[in-house]
C-alpha cells in the first residue's frame, strides 16, 4: 500500500528559487547549493554571517576604488610623472593607419593583413618630400656679379636664391656664388613671394637626403625605408636621459635654455660626440632665431669639434660633417664647404648621395671639369642614379655637347630621384631638344608647368614674383610708363648717333655675347646700367643717352634688368629662350634697322622693328631672333620694373 502523503505538503507547491540576471547578462542562482538564502538572509547551514558581500559593501568598494584612480590621475597629470609628449610621440610610430592612435587596425596594418590607406601614404610621401627639401635661411644675401656674363656651365642656383643671372637673357648662366667669407643681411622675409622650389638656402645645394640625423634619436618618427641613425656610443647610452632633455628644450623651440643645457653636457662630459653635437644644432638654431652669422659661425666649429672627438658613432660623423658643409655653403664659403665634402667622402666612400654633394660643391665654384669627374664615378658604380645624371647632362649641354646631354637630362627627370625635380633641368632639357629640331622640348615643357616650375609652356622664367600680369607683346598705354617712352622716340636720333660713335671694334665697348644663345652669326652689346647700378665708366662714352634716362628710376633702377645697345651682324640666328625673371618688361627703341630681314617673335606672334619706335615685350615668354638683312642691325635696350610691382617690392628684390 502506497504511504499516504502529508495533505499538508500536499496542498504546498514547491517553489525553486528565483535566477537573477547581473549587469553582465550572466544568471546567478540566487541561493547557495548548500541551501543559502539570497542576498540579505542567513546561511541554511547555521545562523552564522553571511559568506559574500552585501549590494552596500560591493557599490562602496566601487566607489573608493573610483575614487582612487580619479585622484591618481590628478596626481600624474599634477605631478607630471608620465612625459605624455614622449610616450605619445613613440606611440605616433606605429599609428599606421593615419586615425591618430594605436589600435587593432594598426596592429592589422604592420602585419600585413590591410593595406595602408592610400591618402595616408600619399601624405606620408609628401611630409618627406617637404622634409627633405625643406630649406632654414639665415640671412637673404645679395650676391653680386661681375659687369658681364658668366659661361652657360656655371650651375645656376635655384631660383629661391634670389642670386644674380648673367645680363638676364636666360637661366643658362646664374652668376658665381659670392667669393666673399661674409654674408650680406638683406631682407628676412622668407620667400619674398619668389619662384617655386628650392634647394638649401643661399648655397644651391642639392642634397639627395635632409638631416635626419639632427632629431634625438628617441624623437624620430617611423619613416619606411629609412634608417635610423645611431648617433649614441656606449658611454652616451648610460647618459641618454640627460640629453634626451636638452635636445627636448630644443625642440620646443627654447634655443637659449638648449644652448645651456647642451653646454652643460659638454662642460661634464668633454668627450662626449652627441653632447657636442646637440651643443651645434642648439647654436645653429639660436643662429636662425638671432639672425646672426657669428652665432652660426659658433655653431660651425662646434660641428668641428663633435666630428673629430674620439668615440663618435659613423652616423654622428656624418651628420655633424653634413650639416656644416650646409652651413658653410649658407654663408657661401663654398671652398671650406667644398673641404668638409671631400672629407665626407673619404670617410665614407660608398655613399652615393655624399659624392653627389660634392658634386655640386664643384659646380658651385665653377670646376665643372671635377664635376664630371665625380658623377662618371657615381654612374660607374650607380648608372640609375637620377641626380648623378641631371647633372652629368648639364654638364655636357654646357660644354655644347647638346646631343650627348639628352638622353642623361631626360633619364634623370624621368628616374623621379630627389633632387631631380627641379625648374632648371626642365629647363634645360627642353633648350637642348629645341637646338637639335625636336618638338617634343614643349612636352618637358608642359611637364615643367604642370610641376609648378613655369608659369606656363611659353612663360618659362624662374625668378618670379606671382600674380604680375602675363602677356608677351605690351603697348606704351599697357606700361604706364608713357613719359619714359616720349622720352626716347623723341630723342631716338640723338642716342643713335652716340651708340654709332662707339660702335668701332678698337673702342672695345661692344662685347660678344656669352650665354651661348646663338646658333650663328655675331652679336655685340654694350651695358650702360646693370642691377639698378651704373656699370663702370661706360656713360662717359655716351653722356646724352645716359642724361636722358636719369630721371626714370623705373628704368635705372631696375636691379632685375640692364640698359644696353645691341648690334647684331647679318647671318645671326637666336635660340628660342626666356629671360630669367617675369619682374620687367624689356623695351627695343630701333636705331639702325634694315628695311628686311629682321624680326623678333614672342611666343607665337613675329614682329619687326621701326627706327625711333618702341617695341615692348615680356622677355620671361618664349622669343627668337632673326638677322637675315644685308647689313648691321642696332637697337637700344631699356628694361623697366614690372608695373605691377610695389614700390617695396622694387626696394627689397634681389638683383638679377
Not at 78 to 90: P, Q, R, S, T
Not at 445 to 459: L, M, N
Not at 520 to 544: D, I, N, R
Request: aromatic share 8%; glycine share 8%; with cysteine.
Amino acid at each position: 500500500m502506497a504511504p499516504r502523503k502529508n495533505s499538508r505538503n500536499q496542498s504546498k507547491k514547491e517553489v525553486k528559487p528565483a535566477a537573477m540576471v547581473n549587469k553582465n547578462g550572466v544568471k546567478a542562482e540566487a541561493a547557495t547549493a548548500s541551501g543559502g538564502v539570497a542576498s540579505g538572509g542567513v546561511a541554511s547551514g547555521g545562523g552564522g554571517a553571511a559568506s559574500g558581500f552585501s549590494g552596500t559593501k560591493i557599490f562602496t568598494w566601487f566607489m573608493v576604488l573610483a575614487l582612487l584612480g580619479v585622484w591618481s590621475s590628478v596626481a600624474v597629470v599634477w605631478l607630471d610623472l608620465v612625459d605624455y609628449d614622449n610616450v605619445i610621440g613613440k606611440l605616433s610610430a606605429y599609428d599606421a593607419d593615419g586615425d591618430g592612435d594605436f589600435d587593432v587596425e594598426d596592429a592589422k596594418v604592420l602585419l600585413g593583413v590591410k593595406e595602408r590607406p592610400v591618402s595616408l601614404v600619399q601624405k606620408e610621401a609628401k611630409e618627406e618630400s617637404a622634409v627633405e627639401e625643406q630649406t632654414e635661411p639665415i640671412v637673404k644675401k645679395v650676391i653680386q656679379t661681375t659687369e658681364g656674363t658668366e659661361e652657360e656651365g656655371q650651375l645656376p642656383p635655384n631660383p629661391s636664391q634670389e642670386q644674380q643671372a648673367p645680363e638676364g637673357e636666360s637661366p643658362d648662366a646664374v652668376g658665381t656664388p659670392a667669393k666673399s667669407e661674409d654674408a650680406t643681411e638683406e631682407s628676412f622675409e622668407g620667400k619674398l613671394a619668389v619662384e617655386a622650389g628650392s634647394f638649401e638656402a643661399e648655397a644651391a645645394v642639392q642634397v639627395e637626403e635632409r638631416n635626419a640625423e639632427d632629431q634625438p634619436e628617441d624623437m624620430l618618427k617611423y619613416k619606411a625605408k629609412k634608417k635610423k641613425p645611431k648617433l649614441l656610443n656606449t658611454f652616451e647610452k648610460t647618459i641618454k636621459a640627460e640629453i634626451d632633455a636638452a635636445e627636448k628644450l630644443r625642440k620646443k623651440g627654447k634655443v637659449e635654455e638648449a644652448v645651456r643645457a647642451f653646454d652643460t653636457l659638454v662642460q661634464q662630459y668633454p668627450q662626449s660626440p652627441r653632447c657636442r653635437y646637440g651643443k651645434a644644432l642648439a647654436e645653429d638654431d639660436l643662429a636662425e632665431k638671432m639672425r646672426s652669422n657669428d652665432m652660426l659661425q659658433k655653431a660651425l666649429s662646434t660641428y668641428k669639434e663633435a666630428s673629430e672627438l674620439p668615440n663618435a658613432t659613423p652616423d654622428l660623423i656624418k651628420a655633424t660633417l653634413k650639416k656644416r658643409a650646409e652651413r658653410q655653403q649658407f654663408l657661401g664659403r663654398m671652398r671650406g664647404a667644398l673641404a668638409t665634402l671631400e672629407k665626407l667622402v673619404q670617410i665614407f666612400p660608398e655613399d652615393m648621395a655624399l659624392k653627389n654633394d660634392l658634386g655640386v660643391a664643384h659646380l658651385l665654384i665653377g670646376d665643372n671639369k671635377s664635376a664630371k669627374r665625380v658623377y662618371e664615378e657615381v654612374l660607374a658604380i650607380a648608372p640609375s642614379n637620377g641626380f648623378a645624371k641631371v647633372h652629368y647632362g648639364f654638364i655636357l649641354k654646357s660644354e655644347n655637347k647638346i646631343a650627348e646631354s639628352i638622353p642623361f637630362l631626360r633619364d634623370g627627370l624621368e628616374s623621379g630621384d630627389p633632387g631631380t625635380d627641379d625648374g632648371r633641368f626642365y629647363f634645360h632639357l627642353g633648350d637642348a631638344l629645341q637646338r637639335m629640331g625636336d618638338d617634343s622640348a614643349y612636352k618637358w615643357y608642359e611637364r615643367g608647368h604642370q610641376r609648378g616650375h613655369f608659369a606656363s609652356v611659353w612663360q618659362r622664367s624662374l625668378y618670379n614674383v606671382d600674380g604680375l600680369k602675363a602677356q608677351p607683346w605690351w603697348t606704351p598705354k599697357d606700361t604706364g610708363y608713357m613719359d619714359l617712352i616720349k622720352t626716347l622716340e623723341r630723342n631716338w636720333r640723338t642716342i643713335r648717333d652716340e651708340a654709332l660713335s662707339v660702335m668701332d671694334k678698337t673702342t672695345g665697348l661692344f662685347v660678344p655675347e656669352e650665354e651661348n644663345l646663338r646658333e650663328k652669326g655675331e652679336w655685340g652689346q654694350f651695358t650702360l646700367w646693370q642691377q639698378g647700378k651704373k656699370a663702370g665708366e661706360a656713360c662717359h662714352s655716351v653722356p646724352k643717352t645716359c642724361g636722358l634716362l636719369e630721371r626714370y628710376p623705373e628704368a635705372t633702377g631696375c636691379k632685375r634688368g640692364q640698359i644696353k645697345f645691341s648690334v647684331m651682324q647679318p647671318g645671326t640666328h637666336v635660340w628660342p629662350h626666356t629671360g630669367p625673371t617675369n619682374c620687367r618688361l624689356r623695351m627695343h627703341l630701333g636705331l639702325v634697322i634694315p628695311k628686311t630681314g629682321c624680326k623678333i617673335r614672342c611666343t607665337n606672334d613675329t614682329r619687326a622693328w621701326e627706327e625711333g619706335k618702341v617695341l615692348i615685350f615680356d622677355d620671361s615668354f618664349e622669343h627668337e631672333v632673326w638677322q637675315d638683312a644685308d647689313s648691321y642691325r642696332l637697337i637700344f635696350i631699356v628694361d623697366v620694373w614690372h608695373p605691377e610691382l610695389t614700390q617695396y617690392q622694387r626696394q627689397t628684390l634681389s638683383p638679377i
